[in-house]
């Protein structure tokens, strides 16, 4: 008698045979057996008034729910100038969306849903462009021909973005290597999205057509730490200009990643940079699972091009499904199938990622391209079985299922059960030929999900609407006189400085280097003293109060000044930052009213000390110096605060401990 397949079993010794370990496990060598590979293209939006091709404002976002008007489009694909369709076209037809924009008349206009050419570009988006890619080393074109990219999830209603190449061949510094860069372009923003559920995708207009730069850099990162550097890099630099937007959703990166004999898979919209290590390094791993699943299915399956799914329909009556899910759909008269997969035992249970398997590869697929909401399938090999072994017993049967095979059991709407079928077969087909270009979403644990059939590299031709724009010698040398520092100096400078490096990435990020610069300049304040307040005090206020829509950080620098001025210590200004963060018109003298700050001698605070050790020992007991003297600064630290540094304060109270031994 065989013994029963354990697909749990199955999910950990392929987990080990692909070699997959923890990030944090992960070396060097881990990388370069499997081969990785990966690039970013780095999105940040440009700080402009009006939009790329057209005068509405910039940067006015509406809410949720508030718009004046909605407008519906079909995609549909159509033939290209060689007679062929392009397979994101074609999986976007598959989906039969309803596309739906939100319109608010403030933000939007008649260019954005394609019903005018577009206007003259924006002057001064290209002038920022051009300003960056000379930072980033780029060659800077003679000419700037604006092209069409096409865009075939919706996201852009005319169905392509205007975009145009500024600078080529460049290169940003890391710690112990050079990253190459492509290109820097300059091109439209796409809608945001607001739902996607079932066959309908609604977004909203108002960032549509803002200025946006595309920094891409060639595929030189070997590491996931390398991807994360690189991408924080162009970010710093970019922000160091002053003129990109920040915030949520002003800056996202697409990375990239491949392994070797792998294929690029394009990590789309990651937000966050932190993020960039888990994804790349578990992406990576996904593709060499996917290559090993290839390989097995090769030994089982020689004639593997007339492999075909068979399916049978299923009647929910016959089979008394307990699971609330199966139940929910037969109430909405879902549809319930059999799919059987000849010779796919172990795959679907197959390990891909953390947490998921091969089956989720199909799973995800069958919500994108069909449209059916999870759950809409379970599988012979569940981790996580929904139905008892003896109905899959039944299925197998229904199916005349042989011993190798696996099995699905799928449900869902009648009129998308035929694209979850082709679906389906489709995707087990590209098991065959190994990974499969696609765009996927990421999430925070670090894992992805099918999000798009990655479009073709033929994907941009000219725009006929745009005359080129000729950029003269001289054009180009007035903005590469103004240039800020490069990062690579201004990290150089707060080594020099001795500012602690764990602020670096937030001083860069907020590109608060500039007013650092400026408080020791003009102000004589200490720099590591500047650089720790804005890099850790700061940025512990921002995470722990909500700021008033007037907040500036060219008030930490008055209230520097305002300090220097009536001579009070600069320790006091961690006790004023939280109250002018939330009320940035109070006046400073009001903020130390409210915290009661007084003026008292270094004398004055001296003659607490007896009284605080007495009082230590009446309540304490460990009694040794260096708890008393921690405890007395904390109690003395509000007297102090304003009236002399913390650090003199601590040498103060050593000083009076030793003379009472």
């Not at 003129?243 to 070797?260: F, H, L, M, P, Y």
């Not at 405890?631 to 002399?644: H, K, Q, T, Y």
Request: hydrophobic content about 35%; proline content about 5%.
């Amino acid at each position: 008698m065989k013994k029963k397949f354990d697909p749990l079993k199955n999910y950990k010794e392929t987990q080990k045979e692909i070699g997959y370990v923890k990030r944090k496990d992960a070396t060097q060598k881990t990388y370069d057996a499997i081969g990785f590979m990966s690039g970013l293209e780095v999105h940040q939006q440009l700080d402009t008034k009006t939009k790329l091709f057209c005068n509405c404002p910039a940067g006015l976002f509406q809410k949720m729910d508030e718009y004046d008007a909605e407008v519906i489009r079909h995609m549909r694909p159509t033939l290209s100038e060689l007679g062929e369709y392009d397979g994101t076209a074609l999986m976007e037809f598959k989906t039969k969306k309803n596309i739906v924009y939100r319109i608010k008349n403030e933000t939007t206009c008649t260019y954005e849903v394609d019903d005018t050419p577009p206007f003259p570009v924006n002057k001064d988006a290209v002038e920022k462009a051009i300003e960056i890619s000379l930072l980033s080393k780029l060659n800077i074109v003679g000419e700037i021909h604006i092209t069409r990219k096409q865009y075939l999830d919706g996201s852009i209603p005319t169905g392509f973005q205007r975009t145009a190449i500024i600078g080529v061949e460049g290169e940003i510094p890391l710690k112990n290597k050079k990253v190459r860069l492509i290109q820097l372009s300059l091109e439209e923003d796409s809608c945001r999205e607001v739902s996607d559920i079932g066959h309908t995708r609604i977004y909203r207009t108002d960032r549509l057509g803002m200025p946006l730069i595309e920094t891409v850099t060639y595929p030189d990162m070997t590491n996931p730490d390398e991807v994360m550097e690189a991408a924080n890099y162009i970010r710093f630099l970019n922000r160091s200009t002053g003129k990109v937007r920040t915030g949520i959703g002003a800056g996202r990166e697409d990375v990239n990643v491949s392994c070797k004999g792998g294929t690029r898979v394009e990590i789309k919209g990651v937000s966050h940079n932190k993020w960039i290590p888990e994804l790349t390094h578990n992406e990576c791993f996904r593709q060499w699972a996917l290559l090993i699943i290839r390989e097995k299915l090769k030994k089982r399956i020689k004639n593997h091009a007339d492999w075909k799914i068979t399916h049978a329909q299923v009647n929910y009556i016959d089979f008394k499904f307990k699971n609330k899910s199966l139940k929910e759909a037969f109430d909405l008269k879902h549809k319930f199938v059999a799919v059987n997969l000849p010779g796919f035992q172990g795959i679907l249970s197959h390990f891909t990622q953390p947490g998921k398997s091969f089956s989720d590869e199909i799973s995800e697929r069958i919500k994108v391209i069909a449209c059916i909401e999870m759950p809409h399938m379970t599988h012979s090999e569940d981790l996580k079985p929904i139905i008892l072994d003896e109905d899959f017993e039944k299925i197998k049967e229904l199916l005349h299922a042989q011993e190798n095979d696996a099995q699905l059991l799928i449900w869902g709407p009648s009129e998308d059960i035929n694209t979850a079928l082709e679906t389906i077969e489709e995707r087990c087909l590209w098991a065959f030929a190994g990974v499969p270009n696609e765009t996927r979403k990421s999430f925070k644990d670090g894992t992805t999900i099918f999000e798009r059939v990655l479009p073709g590299a033929d994907r941009m031709y000219p725009d006929t609407d745009s005359a080129p724009i000729p950029l003269s010698d001289e054009y180009i040398e007035n903005i590469r006189k103004r240039l800020p520092t490069e990062i690579v100096e201004r990290y150089k400078q707060l080594k020099e400085w001795q500012v602690p490096e764990d602020t670096y990435t937030y001083i860069f990020s907020k590109n608060l280097y500039p007013l650092i610069k400026k408080i020791i300049t003009d102000l004589n304040v200490n720099p590591r003293f500047a650089g720790s307040f804005l890099g850790h005090t700061m940025k512990f206020v921002e995470g722990h109060y909500k700021p008033s829509s007037q907040w500036s950080y060219e008030l930490v620098y008055d209230l520097f000044k305002f300090l220097k001025e009536k001579n009070i210590n600069y320790s006091i200004m961690k006790y004023m930052l939280p109250h002018l963060y939330q009320h940035p018109k109070m006046d400073f003298d009001s903020i130390l009213n409210i915290i009661k700050f007084k003026k008292i001698t270094a004398e004055n605070i001296k003659e607490h000390i007896p009284f605080f050790k007495e009082k230590f020992y009446s309540i304490r007991r460990k009694k040794d110096d260096k708890s008393l003297i921690e405890w007395i600064m904390g109690e003395l630290r509000m007297f102090a605060a304003g009236n002399m540094n913390f650090n003199e304060l601590h040498q103060l109270i050593e000083k009076e401990i030793g003379k009472s031994k």
